[in-house]
């Protein structure tokens, strides 16, 4: 499959994926394993892609996102940003928010 098409599949078909190095048990960058202490600290529950296993899907969400760099987080299909941006959205609890959106709109 079109790695474009796989990544767009992705991210519809799950309320929240989060594409990383690594798994979140063993992420492979400091970046990364913030993104999964956050979503954690927010009881997310998450799809996680490790971008090592597969280096078209690592540099096809770059291009599908027309972002540089990894992690990158979506939620509700929508692109939201990489850790740094996660960072500033937990700290505003504007995060929370927007997960618990998608759990409300997956529960009705």
């Not at 190095?21 to 892609?49: E, H």
């Not at 996102?65 to 509700?76: H, R």
């Not at 740094?84 to 504007?94: C, K, L």
């Amino acid at each position: 499959m079109d790695a474009q098409l796989q990544i767009k599949e992705t991210v519809t078909n799950n309320p929240v994926v989060l594409y990383m190095k690594g798994t979140p048990k063993f992420p492979q960058c400091g970046f990364s394993n913030m993104a999964t202490q956050i979503l954690d600290a927010c009881n997310a529950t998450y799809v996680s892609i490790d971008v090592l296993a597969d280096q078209a899907v690592r540099e096809g969400i770059k291009v599908y996102a027309n972002w540089p760099t990894i992690p990158q987080l979506y939620i509700g299909g929508e692109f939201v940003g990489g850790s740094d941006i996660m960072r500033a959205m937990y700290e505003s609890g504007e995060l929370q928010t927007l997960l618990d959106s998608v759990k409300t709109s997956a529960a009705s």
